[in-house]
């Protein structure tokens, strides 16, 4: 699952001003990448609340599910019209 090219066209429909479209991008795949770190830090912790150290899982790769990447969702949230965000002003 790599990441798409992006039409220029369609980032200026969003914005003039590409270093912000950037800029917003990159800080909605921390901010998605950053939610995913919780959620699994949270899966685990209720793991070891129940005291489940003795065994560790196997996994088996058939099960594995591989989640879109940060990036790639973040663009398409951007070109979506799905974020929203303002520039600060500065004194």
């Keep these: 699952m790599g990441i798409k090219p992006l039409h220029i066209r369609d980032i200026e ?5 590409m270093y912000e ?3 917003v991008m990159a800080a909605r ?3 998605i990448l950053r939610d995913r770190i ?3 830090a ?3 912790t209720d793991q070891d ?4 150290f003795d065994t560790v899982p196997e996994i088996d790769p058939a ?3 591989e989640l879109p990447k ?3 969702i973040a663009s398409d949230e951007f070109l979506n019209g799905e974020i929203s965000w303002h520039k600060s002003k500065v004194e």
Excluded at 13 to 17: A, K, W
Excluded at 49 to 52: A, K, L, Q
């Design 49 to 52: 609340s129940f005291g489940v």
């Design 13 to 17: 429909e969003q914005t003039d001003d």
């Design 38 to 40: 919780v959620d699994q």
């Design 42 to 44: 949270m899966r685990e």
């Design 63 to 65: 099960d594995y599910v």
């Design 21 to 23: 479209a950037v800029a």
């Design 70 to 72: 940060p990036t790639a």
């Design 29 to 31: 795949s921390r901010q």
